[in-house]
């Protein structure tokens, strides 16, 4: 009885039987909505990523945790929605409007939940983040994942013409629309508080207006609410900086997001704290590390001109430099903000020899035609892909190109000088080996870390002993450095490097793998549980997927890993620019669309069309792999940009079709959207964590060449 | 091709899907401890014991057994093992209803250095020390240095072979005038320290023991009649931050304290200056009351600077001026000789008579520029230092 109650009072039923105007505007705000929760979620995914890169290691291990619980969790939201019995208008609008007003919350919570679960200052472990993660951001992507095959249901439920394939097409343009919005504007300029309520603000408004169409005056009267306090806690000036207390203090001097991280600047007692994405990279005082990092280095050079510092010049580096009185200090920093910042602070101090050059360390040194006496590296652990590019074979042998004759590298590692590991030993002798193919002598000085010093010129350890004939006065060295780096630890530690260790290079990024082994053992865990588990639930999933899926499961994995290979592959040759990097990604965003059009254009042309883009990404991935085994030379920019944007083109041409042959009155869209989804997750992690770092790019590529062969055999044997 | 899933279907997806959550999940809390969210106290490692001994055992001392179990006694972690567990601090097993020691002439770290850095600033300054550390520590620091020995077991490390006798044979063919026990915690390898001490003492070679201080007084009580001195982290003066940082408790440590004192051990104190945690100057003074309420003002007490390491590598460094702040807090209190540590160059390194506030030594790092002691008096006022000072300064560059 109250059932048909409600419908009789419900306006779109009404609308369908008197008219059609009414119900083509509500669809066609279903489908504006569809749009608005592309650009939504898009935002929302990139600001949840950098959230959580600044509550936890910002390593590659991280950021797949959060993209594979991100796209594994949407593919159980659109598993659900395939089951979900009620096509309401209704509901649709309410969960719409959650949708857009939940990352507020989900934000705040990630900052606020930190400190209550873990230990205020600790790096938690691998388990405890991803639980974390998953925990956190799992409401959402469950969210994002059901609404968007649950949006087909109700139009379809009410009569409308919308197919899985245009539902596809423009949740893709919504996700472009969001993707450029959010990377090469938002993020420039607004915080992320701010950057969710700009980008949801448009599912919000259509949420409210179907809740209005639908004449749900007392719902929309209660939405005000949350949406009056979203907008007010979005962009009030105090409670955006209020979360950031718990990992920061309330001491909090500046707070910048920049494109490449959160840069906060910490006050207590007069000496600042810098830190990035959540890590402390410089307090000030510490002058134990700016004499080891520029003594041990210059004390080596009879004649001091050039010097270039890559990342690293904080505090009382400069003025340590200047103890040579070189010709001129080139200081390399990528993040402007960051050189904003501390230049404010008097963290950088400008000097008449010494010019900030806001730029890759990398990319400077592949270009510049400069001469140096000594290049100084100071970057943290190469545990990520974009630092891991200055510990490699090429990146050698671009320093020595502008080294003068005899001039010297530096660069140090962590271990603990009382005692090596045996991954550390790996880590320190896969480094050292890979500087020695480049360099005749190369010392390790066992410090407050390990120092690698490399030149073609003698070296010693002695370094009291050279500041004392060129008269420089330290205060650690002086006293401290014949009781710490002793002579016994010297030999200890050059005697500890194994010879037979493989080498790291660009493509074959060894030390990544190293470092994960290393990171693991810190907290005493492993990840072989994780992987059996998930490769277990893997293998079941897909027992239960038709062909089509799977096909769609190969190509949303192989999507993923082609992205996460170009964008390697680019850092490798161009430097980790901000702006060329979210160029790419949004490459492979913009190919999906016009594929999926095709797509849509040809989707009854069935098998043979699945098979030609089969057949199309297997050719790619071959050219990949001949590139990359063959040349790895530099080539135009573009060309990386129309690969990604063909690829994912090829991708995006297959859904409409896959969807086609399954059938649209099956309502697939759900269980294709699952499957595309679980694979880009699978591919995420598989690729990013798994297969680059311990078996090379050539190895990564040769795996997607095997999923995807895989997935025409299905397609040939359906 | 075409096909609906059941509801039958879909309740057995879910099951998966369930069984995703349940397989991950499984791993998140190691054995489900809620405690350990804020309490990190390390927990017996159940059937983690190896199946025989090795070269390197030696069966433990101060344990009782009903035959079958065991229950180790040298530290108040009082470990209850049942046949083929493990201890907390990793070292010791129950094999066959006795207790061994894993950790016996095995160390994995052998090094000479200054005595400062121990650090003693009132123990026979300028010389060298022996240093010798086998792997394992009753402790879970947050912020340990050398986690990769103290947070392994002796299985799992490096080793040289080093029995109790070749150390002390080791550091005579140095002419090293004493050996420290240290950088892991030398309670957790207490059979190989004692045994070393006491041989060396024979010898004539004084002992150092670094250390967290969590020991019964039993086992200390015999260890002390072979100690020359010792440096004793307290690394706070609060219960609740040693469970979440130290995974220890602090009542322990405090009593180790009164029996070095007892007993006549010189021993200076360490305490790390952790921000948020141990830079509160209330807790200082209260730290300090006790301090000379139980053991009077004459041990010297080293706060160090912190930085970011290990798990605890989301905190800022201390500031200088909060070490400088309660430094004068711990001498307004009445402590009359409180360091800094990692802070060169700073003032604080040197010593200054209690009495009349002149330079005793002047220390440039780990040697020594200024010396004005004598016979274990000032200089310029004859005041008594309290400390170890030995015939003379050696080896000082």
Redesign the interface.
Known sequence: MRRKNRNNNDPTKASIFHGTGYLMNLTSLIIVSIFATGISSIAVQIVTVREFLSQFSGNEITISLVLFCWLIVSG?GS?VS??FPKKSINLYSIIALVTALLPLIQITAIRLFRDT????????GF??I??YI?TLSAPYAFLIGFILPYSLAVIKARGGQFTAGQLYITDNIGDIAGGVLCSFILLYFLTPFKIIAVSSFLLILISLLLIIRMKRYLIFLISLFPVIAFFVFSFGQGFEPSTLFN?Y?SNIVSYQESPYGRIVL?K????Y?L?ES???IF??????AAEEKVHYPLCQLDRIEDVLLVSGGMGETFDEVLKYAPRHIDYVELDPTLIRVATQSGLLSPKAQVTIIPTDGRKHITHTNKRYSAVIVDLPEPDTFQINRFYTKEFFEKTKRILEKDGILSFSLIA?P?????V?IKKLSSIFNTVKQCFRNVLLIPGREIYFLASDGQLTADIPLELKKRSIVT??I???????V?K??IKFINEAIDPAEPTNTDFRPRVINILSKEWF?????SPN??MA??L??LV??LS?T???EYVLFSTGFAAMGVEMLILFSFQVIYGYIYLKVGAIITSFLLGLLPGAVLGNKWKKRGKGMLLRAEAGMILLLIVYLIWATFSQSSMPESVFLLYGFTFSMLCGFQFPIAAE???EE?SPAA?LFAADLVGAGAGTLAIGTLLIPLFGVQAAIIGLILIKAASTVVVLR? | MKRHISRKEFLKEMGFISLLVATEGHCFWPSGKNEEKKDIRGHVFKNDAPKDLWKWSIEGFHYTTNGKDVQCGVCPNRCYLRPGDRSVCRSKVNIGGKLYSLAYGNPCAIHIDPIEKKPLSHFHPATSVFSIAAAGCNFRCLNCQNWEISQRKPEEVNHYELFPADVVRAAKEKNIPSIAYTYSEPTSYYEYMYDTARLARAEGIKNVWVSNGYINRKPLEDLAQYLDAANVNLKSYDDGIYRRLNGGTLQPVLNTFKLLHEKGVWFEMTTLVVPGYVDKPEMTKRMCGWILKELGPNYPLHFLRFFPRYKLDRLPATPVKTLELLRDIALKEGIHYVYLGNVPGHDAYNTYCHNCQKILIRRIGYEIAEFNINDGRCKFCNTPIPGRWGAQVGGSK
């Open positions: 159980l598993l395939r089951f679960i873990f230990i205020h200052g600790e790096s938690p388990y405890p991803f639980l998953l990992q203090g910490t207590e007692k007069g000496e704290t830190w959540g890590t402390p307090s000030t005082f510490n002058i134990t603990n009382n005692y090596l590991s045996e550390r205060s650690y002086h006293g401290f450095y014949y009781g710490d002793t016994e630890r053992k810190k907290y005493g865990t549980w994780f588990g998930l277990g639930v079941l999933y239960l038709r062909k089509e042959m399954i059938g099956r269980g359906a």
